[in-house]
């Protein structure tokens, strides 16, 4: 084959090869250009972005009855809130509560005000405030109770997180449990915690044809006590829910000012409705036995809990 042959059969053979990759490249310029714009998702960045501070605040009604034994004055008569005062009746009050959450940390304010008042007659002789009133006085009973509270707890075990506890080195633990937006399917905390609460008890007693007595104290309860939150994302289960909640705490401190001691327990759910929005059911207890200028209260509050948590 001669030369000029050969170099005829080498330039028909090279553009069909430049045609087909003149075709080829725009493609491959397309599928580069699209992988830069569109980066994968990055589930680190993510969970940076769940563990940023969050504030919560929990509105809601709380229907607790008034319970224990009540004397006041010098060899005063204990006489039960509900069967000699009829002080037990279960009302509706307002009580809102507060909550940052930082990592491990974990911040509460709240606060209630409960009256409660009564009329009933004596079943039997008593002596209230250095006033005797025999078996069958009517006594009109008024007793106010206002609390305040500030709490600091601390995570000091979380298996579902990179440290499981707050001292250990760090291991992904988070692998399986992550939803596809970063967000983990479940997450557990235990927690300790301390906190202080103001408890004020003003107390008056109308006994019939006889004559007033009251009492106004203020005790300063500081605490401990431990913690357990649940947290599961529940959009893959159910539908119409995107997360439920379960948080646990109880507290046990001595009062000062002349008391003896207080109990706090707290129990609820939060059913999330929205990732920010849930409706709250639980349980509120605050036992306290408290003694100030010979006025006794040893007894306490409690009842069911329904409300509204908004979180930031």
Excluded: C
Excluded at 55 to 66: A, N
């Amino acid at each position: 084959m001669s030369p000029q042959r050969r170099h005829l059969e080498s330039i028909r053979l090279i553009i069909p090869l430049l045609g087909s990759l003149a075709m080829v490249s725009p493609a491959a310029m397309g599928q580069s250009a699209e992988s830069e714009s569109a980066p994968p998702l990055d589930v680190d960045a993510l969970s940076v972005l769940n563990e940023r501070p969050v504030l919560d605040v929990t509105l809601g009604i709380w229907f607790p009855r008034l319970e224990g034994t009540i004397d006041i004055g010098p060899n005063g008569t204990k006489l039960d809130a509900g069967n000699d005062l009829s002080l037990d009746d279960s009302q509706a009050i307002f009580n809102g509560e507060a909550r940052v959450q930082a990592g491990r940390w974990e911040f509460l304010l709240g606060g209630y005000v409960v009256n409660a008042t009564g009329n009933a007659a004596l079943t039997g002789p008593a002596r209230i405030g250095g006033l005797f009133a025999p078996a069958g006085t009517t006594v009109d009973s008024s007793v106010d109770v206002w609390s305040i509270t500030g709490e600091v707890a601390y995570s000091i075990f979380t298996p579902f997180h990179d440290r499981r506890f707050a001292w250990s080195d760090p291991v992904d633990r988070s692998k399986g449990n992550r939803t596809s937006d970063g967000r983990r399917i479940l997450d557990f905390r235990f927690e300790i915690l301390f906190g202080t609460r103001f408890i004020n008890i003003e107390q008056q007693y109308d006994l019939a044809g006889i004559g007033t007595v009251g009492a106004n104290n203020t005790w300063v309860s500081p605490y401990l006590g431990v913690g357990i939150e649940v947290d599961w994302d529940t959009r893959a289960t159910f539908g119409f829910l995107d997360r439920i909640g379960f948080d646990v705490t109880a507290g046990w401190g001595p009062a000062f000012g002349g008391g003896n001691s207080s109990l706090t327990i707290r129990v609820d759910g939060a059913f999330y409705v929205t990732r920010d929005l849930a409706l709250t059911l639980g349980y509120r207890l605050n036992d306290f036995n408290l003694v100030r200028d010979e006025a006794a209260f040893d007894g306490g509050l409690q009842g069911l809990f329904a409300g509204v948590r908004y979180t930031w």
